[in-house]
């Protein structure tokens, strides 16, 4: 069979009257999904004349597209896509809008040099793999899909949900052997051009030899890899994406991860979950307290507890002071001593859990948890009163609704033990300055991280230590100098028309 | 880069609030009960008033030199050589006021919560949170200013408990101790208000209209002003003449006094929250330490000079921290207080207005 080939010298000349117009069809395209490089077109020859498939790789299926568009043109010469539908879903006599809505959907369309009709083919790619709940971000309400492996099928998703040519994908490729694909992803008119521009800049200049996972890509992205705060938020959710970008954030995705990197985030991001949003507004609110406060829990209880029995006693009411001194009196190790005892062994069961099958992993759990915590208790070596603190730093550092924050808080529990044990509240406070310190300096992409309380922002704060309603929220964050402000203009507008 | 650098009206406000609001306030109602007695809180309001209208001085000051922070002021007005000698003295006093607060820190800190831990450590503990936020630019420490002012709120609300058992009578007949003994006790509470000449220093990288400023600024003063006169109110009719004389620290002995079914001594959270408040005020004298340092040495960077700021100010307080130097290092800090933070700028802008010098050309400030 003669290979289609575009373009066609003779075919250029005989029919030079109609090239503009084709050429304007086809760069009509194109330039609505913003020269998209997902979007692809294939040359054929139709009828003597030649045309174009054009397809969201993406989203199309390349197999549907050869056995219901190449194949039959291939066996027939003289076959007219108007006359018969030989296929499923093949529309004609579109006109180019309805045709642009049609390639988002993942179908095919076809256009033909010196004929006014366009056809569509459905080739909807089916999006298996079965895409399952992520067990790190479990909801209870909205969607339960997560992201897979698989780049195209990752970027499918979030096409689907958002069917606009404002999404934006820029594909990069990075690491000189395995040439992993990146897809640095935004939402074009929200999302700050200086913003999309440093992340592809990064992206760009990486020299490396692979990029296997999405923690090499971070590290060699973020800005201040050294700091033990997050500042590239993993989701593999893509209800959670969308509101990203939308948001005005960049999403990086690379092939073969299930794990997406959004940037630049802030603090707070770290606390929200879908769930805050799918739930009523007071539970919803009172759930994000308890995450935010949770944070303070887990990092200011176990050296609360140290700075007061070594320093402090004098703090202790009356009442509590007789139960805890029973506790505390025969215990053999001065208390930093049994909290770094205990909060050490939370994390072996904690290592060991994760590391194991999920079978195993609960076996330990309950030698772990409920044997070591009783025996050590009986024999002696760590105060009961120890022992239900530090669990219960264990439990609050794990509601915390990003895996990487909750390791930040059990991790920065230790220089507050030791310093809370060497100047008692006095430790306490220093340490706690320079963590706030660190946070104040801390910027992910030059956007302040602990905005919006540092520098402080009055809109941002509806949506960071409780959430506001939704129709609250009607700009998007200040701090990433988006381009449309507005998320919401005229939301609960019914109300007006009831009235 | 200019525009990091900029900080807003709120950060301003807490920015002025945090640097005055420091060690003194612990002893204010003390030290001015020694002249003013029951009409101490009128005496700090006094101060307040005359603070505000020394602000306003500030103001028309900087507002004549709007792109110049107060170094290159001098330069303009006294000359160059002048300039650099008051430039070279600024440095001297923002080290000293540094020094004089971490002495005052240390003597409360281990009087109050650790007293046997060792001097130094202390100091060092406070210089290297002062080194570790004063190295940042103007932006990241007013960042840090903000979140530390949420601590002044706990005071305001903790304070009022003691209205449980007060005695008005304590401070009746309102004016007894007359104007004179009042007056004396306003000009000692300027030590309280010794950070306020920071404004001169923000004045250009302040994103804020002339109005605004002055809103801002008088904002800040008036919150200084009743934060003081208000705690020391509370001190004077909690405690008695007699008792008030023996408590040098008289807010701290009045949340000692209190306890709620959670914590019994309320006072030692206090006081550990009061070290950041004290942090805070030391921030902004190495900051404008450095800051001076940086304009007398042009080839050293503002960095390098915060490093060498907070190893002077170290040096100083491990040498002279005995009981009576101690006193001594007070007097002179308000004393030279009140030349550098009233005289000299006053002095500027009448000489500023009678030789009618403004900014000349595009000198702009490179706060960093």
Known sequence: MKQPAFPNDKNEQSTANKISTFDTRVEFIKSSFGHAEDLLMTPIIYKEEKGVIFYLATLSDSEKIQN???????????????????????????????????????????????????????????????????????????????????????????RQSIESTHLKIIYHQAGQYTNTKIAIVYIDGIANPNLVRRVE??????????????GYLEELVEDTPL??????????????????????????MSEGSSDVLILPVSFFSFFQTTDDYNSRIITGSFFRFL?????????????????IIAFHFEIIPNEILVPVKNSVENIPFPPLIEAVIMAFTIELIREAGIRLPTPIGQTIGIVGG???????????????????????????????????????????????????????????????????????????????YFTPIAPFNLQGMKDAIVRFPIWMLKDRPKELLVRNKKRLNQPRRWEKNEK | MKNENQISKLQMITFI??????????????????????????????????????????????????????????????????????????????????????????????????????????????????????????????????????????????????FRDVNIHYIMPIGHSGVMNMVKGATHATLAWQGIEIILLLSPNVKATRKERVKAVTFANLFITLFYSFLTFICLIYFSKEEIRLLPQPVLFLLKSFSFKII????????????????????????????????????????????????????????????NEIIKLTKYTTYTGLLFMIAIPVFLLILSLLFRKRQKGEVNAEND
């Open chain 1, 291 to 307: 995450r935010v406060s949770s944070f303070l829990i887990s990092l200011l209880l176990p050296c609360l507890y140290i700075a």
């Open chain 1, 68 to 158: 219901s568009i190449l194949f039959p043109l291939i066996k027939y010469h003289s076959l007219d896509f108007g006359d018969i539908p030989y296929t499923v879903g093949v529309q004609s006599k579109l006109n180019l809008n309805d045709s642009i809505n049609a390639l988002l959907q993942g179908n095919s369309v076809v256009i033909i040099q010196g004929s006014e009709d366009i056809f569509s083919f459905n080739t909807v790619k089916d999006l298996s793999r079965s895409p399952k709940e992520p067990d790190s971000e479990k909801t209870v309400r909205g969607s339960h899909i997560g992201f897979v492996e698989s780049l195209s099928t990752n970027l499918g998703f979030i």
């Open chain 1, 227 to 252: 700091s033990p705060f997050p500042h590239i938020l993993y989701t593999e959710r893509p209800d959670r994406t969308i509101a990203q970008l939308m948001e005005g954030r960049i999403a990086l």
């Open chain 1, 370 to 448: 409920l044997i070591i915590g009783d025996a050590i208790v009986a024999a002696g070596l760590v105060s009961n009163i120890m022992v239900i603190v530090i669990a219960l730093t264990a439990i609050s550092s794990f509601t915390i609704a990003s895996y990487e924050m909750s390791n930040t808080v059990r991790i920065l529990t230790f220089p507050l033990m030791v310093s809370a044990a060497s100047f008692g509240f006095v430790g306490i406070i220093f340490s706690l300055m320079f963590i706030v310190g660190h946070l104040c300096k801390l910027e992910s992409l030059g956007t302040p």
């Open chain 2, 17 to 162: 609030i945090q640097t005055q609001i420091g060690v003194a306030f612990l002893s204010l109602p003390y030290e001015i009960h020694k002249f003013a007695k029951g009409d101490s809180w009128i005496s700090l309001i006094l101060t307040g008033f005359f603070m505000e209208v020394l602000v306003i001085f500030y103001l028309v000051l900087c507002n004549r030199f709007p792109k110049q922070h107060f170094f290159q002021i001098l330069e303009s007005i006294l000359g160059k050589v002048l300039g650099k000698c008051f430039t070279f003295f600024y440095t001297g006093y923002f080290l000293l006021t540094g020094s004089t607060i971490l002495v005052l820190f240390v003597y409360i800190l281990k009087r109050w919560m650790l007293p046997y831990t060792p001097y130094w450590v202390l100091l060092f503990l406070m210089v290297s949170i002062g080194i570790y936020i004063a190295i940042e630019n103007l932006s990241i420490i007013a960042r840090f200013y903000f979140i530390a002012s949420f601590i002044l709120i706990l005071f305001i609300v903790i304070a009022p408990i003691a």
């Open chain 2, 264 to 323: 019994e001594r309320p006072d030692l959270v206090l006081v550990s929250f009061w070290i950041i408040l004290v942090g805070t005020s030391f921030i902004s004298y190495l900051y404008s330490a450095s800051l001076a340092g940086a304009f007398l040495i042009k080839k050293w960077t503002r960095k390098s000079l915060v490093y060498l700021s907070a190893f002077i100010c170290f040096f100083f307080a491990i040498f002279f921290n005995g009981e």
């Open chain 1, 201 to 214: 800049e990064r992206i760009q200049t990486l020299f490396t030899d692979m990029i296997f996972s999405p």
